[in-house]
């Protein structure tokens, strides 16, 4: 859950690693078995994910959607048990720009965000005809490929999800927030 404390510690940025490749690579389930991973261990897991086609989550004809169209910039939907906000922006933004609204989290994973100056994992699967994504990235710590590959940093298989997870927690020293 999403903190609406006040103490700094629950405030504080929580760390984000990046699961990056091309479209068909694997990336969300690579992250779904993370995030199952890493909540079984007692992280509260946030993700943000990067669709360069742009989206649409309202319905057409709620209410929230009307306000949008009327000119709402931003509009929050809420409920007791969850809420969801659409807000426009005028820029692509890096994953760190939305970590105030993950305050209270010990871990963000950001699906896609290639470009992104973040340590990030990349899924590399040669059969989808496409390129590495991030080769020579100087922020790639690791790959998720089943592939050999001639490379500086950890490779771990597609479905390792448990070991993938468990170098995360080490790579970036996750601890758990009270």
């Known amino acids: 859950m999403v903190s609406t404390s006040s103490s700094n510690e629950s405030n504080s940025a929580p760390p984000i690693i990046c699961i990056s490749g091309f479209s068909g690579s694997g990336k ?22 990067h669709d360069v086609h742009g989206f649409n989550i309202d319905q057409p004809g709620k209410d929230s959607y009307r306000h949008k169209e009327a000119g709402a910039s931003a509009a929050i939907i809420t409920s007791p048990t969850r809420f969801a ?14 970590l105030p609204l993950m305050s209270g989290l010990d871990i963000v994973v950001a699906e896609g965000f290639k470009r992104a100056k973040l340590p990030k994992i990349e899924v590399f699967r040669p059969e989808t005809g496409k390129g590495r994504a ?6 790639l710590i690791a790959m998720a490929s089943n592939a050999s590959l001639d490379t500086d940093v950890p490779r771990f298989p597609l479905d390792a999800t448990r070991q993938i997870a468990d170098f995360i927690i080490d790579r970036l020293k996750l601890q758990k927030k009270d």
């Open 134 to 139: 991030c080769e020579n990235d100087p922020y």
């Open 28 to 49: 969300t389930t690579l992250i779904v078995g993370l995030i199952s991973h890493l909540t079984r261990e007692g992280f509260r897991v946030g993700t943000i994910k």
């Open 85 to 98: 906000m659409v807000a426009d922006t005028d820029e692509d933004r890096s994953p760190e720009s939305y």
